[in-house]
């Protein structure tokens, strides 16, 4: 996605706990700029009391939803209804749901259908079918485990070949399996597929793939890991970095 879209952030403050704020983010604005960045809950409520002290430093709108009805969520009503308004007001590009909530599928579909770009962010229990809605799903615990560890990780990578091996039994065959299918559809007659599109392709059919849930920072080395596949660098006559291209062993 172009960084520079403009991005409706809005957050679930009920089911989004409060100590990932800084990694989630960081995290958006690599996917573009968070215009328009609202939080929804009951704020009498002391279980999300943690937040209120960060809504400044984050610039993040707190919106007031009283739970009118015992045991439902109107949080979630409310997030919807303004990302319908906001939707219809053409000012943003996409939209970033977090939530872990799998109330809010039905709006994702509904975002995508109307031509936006839809970032899912939540926790590894969120249910699948929210996950599958979204153009891209991200869970907030990678980004807690890079943030603490990535120094140390990166440490431990290069010297430590448990450390790797681990990392490596992470990919599974059915994602070798996927990888190989992809760039078997993006290849040229000797077999040859851009990385790039490689992965612009396996995104769309996994919307959770990240190269980080497996240990590893960059796709290439993710493929590299597998030793299944070949890797080529090309020159690149747009720019200083090398075109990388991968093929099926």
Known sequence: ?????????????????????????????????????????????????KWKNILLENALNPIQQYGYTTGKNSTDS?????????????????????????????LAMRL???????????????????IVACDKFIYLEILKQQEVHEEEQEEKNKTTKKA?????????????RTIRLTINDLSDDEGWAYLGDVGNLLQK????????????????KLISSTKKFEIE????????FKLIYVRNK
């Open 1 to 49: 996605m172009n960084k520079d879209k403009n991005l409706a952030v809005l957050i679930d403050a009920d089911n989004i706990p409060s100590v990932y704020i800084k990694e989630m983010m960081e995290e958006i604005a690599k996917y573009g700029i968070p215009t328009i960045k609202r939080i929804y809950g009951d704020w009498t409520k002391p279980q999300i009391t």
């Open 78 to 106: 409310a997030m919807i209804i303004d990302a319908m308004d906001i939707l219809y007001s053409g000012k943003v590009d996409g939209f970033c749901i977090a939530s872990s909530d799998s109330d809010f599928t039905k």
């Open 112 to 130: 995508r259908e109307a031509g936006m770009h839809v970032i899912g962010i939540g926790e590894k229990k969120t249910p699948n079918p929210f």
């Open 164 to 176: 790797i091996q681990k990392a490596v039994d992470k990919v599974t065959l059915k994602l070798i």
């Open 205 to 220: 059919k996994m919307p959770n793939f990240d190269a980080r849930n497996y240990g590893f920072q960059k796709l290439t």
């Open 233 to 240: 660098k090309r020159e690149n006559q747009k720019g200083r």
